[in-house]
T-cell receptor, first 114, second 115 residues
């Protein structure tokens, strides 16, 4: 595997379910990000991790809980979601300290909350 | 704080015609500028980036963009598009030299190329 991978690619869950999204990067980067992409809206930053430490939480509701056990893996734990949380969730990584931080994106997880 | 405005939400164009996707940004500090492309059911892929130096930046797939500081613009151009260029295009900015800073994206422009 190369680049940034995300699993699952598609997820349908009820509002009372608990599920997790997984992101893995094979690029040796030390910064990882979760973005939410909804129709007709700009990409919304959710969380940023630098060297496994959370450095930004963009006022995300507590029903979204991130976890970064190491620099290569990032999870987004979901519980008691709302239908408006249905969106494409994108993971990205970058290497801090190398000038312009080009971010590399995974293919996303298409989440549908029923 | 920075912000990005993509002036056209949809741009329809015929194959082999030229195209320009417009992007304006707002920032009180210098920024890095990026264009990303998103094909259906895929993540974002970097097309090109401006860091410093020459204001004309060339990217992949024949795209180029010109940084205009006085007009705070970074418009994307291609002289002749193909059907395969149909996708969503995002302009983004980030402040330089800040580790782990997320990009700020525009709302995107849907480019539709038809024959």
């Amino acid at each position: 595997e190369t680049g940034v991978t995300q699993t699952p690619r598609h997820l349908v869950m009820g509002m009372t379910n608990k599920k997790s999204l997984k992101c893995e990067q094979h690029l040796g980067h030390n910064a990882m990000y979760w973005y939410k992409q909804s129709a007709k809206k700009p990409l919304e930053l959710m969380f940023v991790y630098n060297f496994k430490e959370q450095t930004e939480n963009n006022s995300v509701p507590s029903r979204f809980s991130p976890e970064c056990p190491n620099s290569s893996h990032l999870f987004l734990h979901l519980h008691t979601l709302q239908p408006e949380d249905s969106a494409l969730y994108l993971c990205a990584s970058s290497q801090p300290g190398q000038g312009a931080e080009e971010q590399y994106f995974g293919p996303g997880t298409r989440l549908t909350v029923t | 704080a920075q912000s990005v405005t993509q002036l056209d939400s949809q741009v329809p164009v015929f194959e082999e015609a030229p195209v320009e996707l417009r992007c304006n940004y707002s920032s009180s500090v210098s920024v890095y500028l990026f264009w990303y492309v998103q094909y259906p059911n895929q993540g974002l892929q970097l097309l090109l980036k401006y860091l410093s130096g020459s204001t004309l930046v060339k990217g992949i797939n024949g795209f180029e963009a010109e940084f205009n500081k006085s007009q705070t613009s970074f418009h994307l151009r291609k002289p002749s598009v193909h059907i395969s260029d149909t996708a969503e295009y995002f302009c983004a900015v980030s402040p330089p030299n800040q580790a782990g800073t997320a990009l700020i994206f525009g709302k995107g422009t849907t480019l539709s190329v038809s024959s």
